[in-house]
């Protein structure tokens, strides 16, 4: 059974950074496609960025330019550089991950997902 812990989570100024970190276990992470969602107080949850098996990006239009997926697959591990922080990016942000069908597919869509982690607060402030 595929398990995601995300960590890195917590307070930042307006223009601060932070480092979200997802830890995949259960499976070989290498055949996943991985992504990072998040989820505001009166919102929907949306995608923020996805990563393909092999590397390929997406990220949403309103963290282009600030933030950045990764995966590391020797640790088993995602993460998303946050800067440049905006107090629209308070909120709760999940891991997520599903069975990669291509090797440069990514979705920004929750779809091709099939586990999630229980979620890391981020929180700015202006």
């Known amino acids: 059974q595929v398990q995601l812990v995300e960590s890195g989570g917590g307070s930042a100024q307006a223009g601060g950074s932070l480092t979200l970190s997802c830890a995949f276990s259960?499976?070989?992470?290498?055949?996943?496609?991985m992504g990072w969602f998040r989820q505001s107080a009166g919102k929907e949850r949306e995608g923020v960025a996805s990563?393909?098996?092999?590397?390929?990006?997406a990220v949403a239009g309103s963290v282009k330019g600030r933030f950045t997926i990764s995966r590391d697959n020797a640790k088993n591990t995602l993460y998303l550089q946050l800067n440049s922080l905006k107090p629209e990016d308070t909120g709760i942000y999940y891991c997520a991950s599903g069975l990669a069908t291509s090797p440069i597919g990514v979705s920004l869509d929750a779809a091709p997902y099939n586990y999630w982690g229980q979620g890391t607060q981020v929180t700015v402030s202006s």
């Open positions: 259960g499976d070989s992470y290498s055949r996943y496609i």
């Open positions: 990563i393909s098996s092999a590397k390929a990006t």
